[in-house]
């Protein structure tokens, strides 16, 4: 049995990159960064990005108590640099 889940590391990334990364759509462009980071550079700074904005997202949406908790706890386990990584490999193919 695989620990993979559709694809992906676990069922929290999958499962943030389906509602909160592609879903929302808001994240930066490659246009946004600076032309000569390297592609692990570019990788690393996103995933931060996302990270954040899930954060602030949930933050926004549940304010304080057991619920953030619960999602806060949900989100550790997100593989943020493979979200990063699909993003940039798309961004990489479109040029």
Partial sequence: MSDRYNGWTNYATWRINLEMVEADGYFPTLEDWHP??????????????????CTDILREEHGEGLTLDYALAFIDDVNWREIASHIVEDWLNEK
């Fill in 36 to 53: 000569t980071s390297t592609v692990d550079d570019l990788t690393y700074d996103l995933a931060q990005v996302i990270r954040e904005n």
